[in-house]
Each structure stands twice: as structure tokens, then as C-alpha cells.
């Protein structure tokens, strides 16, 4: 698996983990909330300093981003869409 890919697999799973969103991920890690979709989908390339910036937001070591999945392990899934009920 490629970084880019492994990154995304992993920031998606740590990120869906936490019930947070893209959104709220994005302003705690001071990146803007496209980026981070993107990065999601395997099309940007961050930096060590974005991802322990996300790492740090998500309060995992930054190691954590380049954890490889047990073989045969299905992808993250994706939070509900919508507002969450209270």
C-alpha cells in the first residue's frame, strides 16, 4: 500500500473512531476542512507537520498514521451524515 493510501486509511479510521467530523477535525488541527478530504481520499501528500497536527487533534501518536491494516480488514467507514441528535 502506497503512504498516501495508508495515510488515508488511517486518518479516515482514526477520525471516524472519534466521532468527528472533517469539519471539526479540520479547525482543532488548523487545516482547512477541503484538505482534509483530501487527504482522505489518498490525492494530497501532507506534510510531517499536518500530520502531527491531525494526530495531535485526534490525540493519537503521529505513528498512528502509518499503521498498516490486518490483511483482509475492511476499509473505515464514514460517519452519518447530517446533524447528530443530542
Not at 466521532?19 to 489518498?42: C, F, M, N, P, T
Not at 506534510?47 to 476499509?75: F, H, I, N, W, Y
Amino acid at each position: 500500500m502506497k503512504a498516501t493510501a495508508l495515510v488515508a486509511w488511517n486518518l479516515r479510521r482514526l477520525r471516524v473512531k472519534c466521532a468527528i467530523s472533517q469539519e471539526a477535525l479540520a479547525v482543532d488541527a488548523g487545516v482547512d476542512r477541503s484538505y482534509v478530504g483530501r487527504i482522505e481520499r489518498g490525492v494530497e501528500n501532507p506534510t510531517v507537520e499536518t500530520l502531527d497536527r491531525l494526530a495531535g487533534a485526534l490525540d493519537v501518536a503521529v505513528s498512528e498514521m502509518l499503521t498498516v491494516p490486518k490483511q483482509g480488514e475492511k476499509p473505515p467507514s464514514t460517519l452519518r451524515k447530517g446533524r447528530k441528535k443530542k
